[in-house]
């Protein structure tokens, strides 16, 4: 009988478990899905249409003979099992491939592409995080009120409204109308910018794309942060601290705050995994230099090494904090550990 | 009491942070615009990806494009793209056709200072011809040359498998064999620090952001007037259109009509509509035929008959499609030569347009037993109603609108249409596999025509299974190929010209291929920074992606006085100083709160 069928990953008895085989069975479990990920990935885009040998040489006088050549390059002259094996055991060895159109090693380009998404997913969600939970807890604490009625209002608006659009429109205003601020890219080309005016330079073009992801993302933590601030609310510990005179504020802050926080982190940490897979647009509207518009190249070819190398990182990314957050979960509520 | 202080210093930072706000606000600021400055390079916007800058192996558009700046061919192309001197001056072929001698003057030279010479060319030559990881850009222009030798350090001579007349010096960028004999061509990246032989060459390439080139002192028919360019990477053209408002870029072109509208009367920009080098037709499936004479695909078998595609043909209202859908951007088309290449523009003599004219087409089809039904469609007695399907890409907005004016024109003429539109890549398997009755098509052309007119041959047909060649229109025709071969082996120009225009008429002929229009590259640049572009054609011509480097060379800075920079604050002054106030009341934030709680602690 295997581990697993005893206990199963998800079982609230694995979070009462001990420590050591908590761990196992989560990291085994994020393996499973990790491994699901790669096969899915490499037949998934196998199935889509147009052959790469002839997308690449479109438009140009080539021979059926190159034609042939670039196919066996690329591999697809083998069966599909054996190209599907060859990616594996190229996996283990930390090797994704080389890609179709650019030359180069998928790893190397990956390498090159996610500081950008890193840099503008980390900031945003920095920002979206603090701003959502900080406005949930205040909009909880003063129910029904016009800051609550407004707060609220107003992100469900930004999360409704489609993140290209909002993009476009600011980048109509504040970039090529206004002129506050840069039409797109990570620095100003050709500066020779470095220290401190090359990071201000960067922190000029953060702006619109930080905003716009800001204003569709934060509405998530507010409304978690308001419904859980409301939970706790009626809680007798509340009670005792009114009356032991402590400030509205006090209360609010130092006592149902840090509670009502728990189900957020995990909220939080289950959306930062999506968040960089989630970036395709916004890289596209601002011309970011990010993963997300390299996986937008690499399905047009179709770049397989390309795509399915940053499929297994998007995909490696949400799973990864996943395991986070099932970890902060068990470290952040003593009760997971006593029980 | 507490209470009290709070309210006033929120009252307070509240209008300091007013204030700090509204001052920056009313700051001229400015983007890291510039103005007129022969130090500043030329601000590219660029919407295409670039695959490498490795000349052997760079085959995307922008990557081929930038290094027409950087590389000299043997023989590069005029202002009207004609063959014209390149780092050859002269060349001469043998009464056989398969001689080709190129002399090169002893004034070429690397941007590092040293000597261009025949050796770099049979270097570069040689190493296509036999190393099969060096043709992924140009092998298949070296299939017919047998041998390059250097005969001498100013003499090159190529000796052809077959005469043909398309000058084999054309489109190989010459690399020096000095820089790329001490490296692994087919894996040396060549994007910093190039040694090249044209009007720039690149300093700095940042992955998916720019790529910077410099002016090249050596440059043989001298330094440009402009210090260099920079591409910068724009994923979308909307976002491109704001960078030259703002002046973050100094010229875009690839903009929609829309977007070319949109810069109507914008302060400092100059709107620019060149001739084009693409066609956009509509292909008929006349009966596909793969390599081995066998039919394939699904076509409809009444597109067989020649009167039917004729009718077609008349039931296409080119002028109203040019005004309506392109708004006029574009010119009228005429066989698939575009009007950019005038010399082999047109119909050649004894053959014409044919006409729009849709009760015409109800006769052509009425005599050859066509009869309209109940439902208006036609049918022969023993055929099949004449419904066809349209496929036309749906990435293209251009296709769809063109398909409604096509439905109601036939509907008057008793023929059905079932339009759809699917990705590109369908578009261009099910056209290869014959799997369509009519479609949209469209290629641009390089200068020389051979290509174009050799995947309508007969030996272009592909596989059964879509593999092997590509053939544009599934067609095959004894006389064209006839035609194909008498050009391609014509040493003199004017006689090939004339034949080049009599394939080309025999193609329109068969009703195969309508020719709708030649699209208009719209343009645009900010006039304030830099004037002077060099067309290509000379008259009327594009500024960018031209054949060849003349647009961007012409280049030079406008006269500072006539400029106009704001000489606002730094583009960075308004987040610093959001940061700036931000901070403060962060700050002051903390401090009163650490007061009050101070507070309650006593």
Redesign the interface.
Known sequence: MTVIETVPADSEDTRGSSLPRYLALKAGGSLISLALVVVLGFFMFRIMPGDPAINMTRGRQVSPGEVERLRKEMGLDQPLLVQFWRFVRDLFTGDLGTSYVYRRPVTELIGDYVGPTLLLTGTAALISVALGLWLGQKAAWRRGSWFDKIHTGVALVFWSVPTFWLGLLLLLIFGGGLGWFPTGGMSTAASTDTGVAHVLDVAHHLVLPVTTMVAVIYAQYLMVMRASVLEEMSADYLTTARAKGLREDLVRTRHAVPNALLPTVTLIFLTLGLLIAGTVTVETVFSWPGLGYLTYKGLSAPDFPLVQGTFVVFSAAVIIMNFIADLLYRVLDPRLKAS | MITTSRSRLWRSLTGVATAALLSLAGAT?????HAADASK?I?VAMFN?V??FNPF?A??LQSTGINRYQYEALVGYGRNSEPDAGIADKWETSEDGKTWTFHIPGDRKWSDGKAITADDVAYTYTSIIET?AL??AN???V?NIADVKATDPQTVVMTLKSAQAPNPGQEIPIVPKHIWDKEDAAKFAADKDVVGSGPFTITTF?????V?LKANPNFWRGKPKVS?I???????S??????L????VDIADGLTPAQYDSLKGAKNITRHAGIGRRYQALAINPGAIDIDGKPMGDGNPALKDPIVRKAIFMAVDKKTLLDRVLQGLGDEGETEVPKSYANYFGFADGHEAVPFDLDAANKLLEDAGYKKGPDGIRKKEDGKPLRFRLMGRNTEPAHAQMADFLTSWFKDIGIGLDVSMV?P??V??DS?LGKYDLYFTG??LGPDPD?QL?MNTCASRP?ADG????SENNWCSPEFDAAFKAQHAELDEAKRQELVKKAFSILYDAYVSDPIWYIKPLEAYRSDHFTGFGLQPEKGGVILNQNGYWGLYGAKPVSSDSSSDDGGLP??V???GA?VVLAAIGGAVVASRRRS?GE?RE
Do not use: F, R
């Open positions: 600021v400015s983007t890291p615009a390079p601000k990806d695959d490498t192996t085959v995307l099969t043709q992924a092998g298949g222009l299939t940042k992955t998916g952001q720019s910077s260099g920079t591409y910068v990477a724009y994923k979308n909307d976002a491109a259109v704001q960078a408002k703002s002046g973050e990705t890549d369908k261009n398997e290869t290629w641009s290509n050799a596989n593999s092997g060649n590509t583009g960075w308004i987040p610093v940061i709680t309650d």
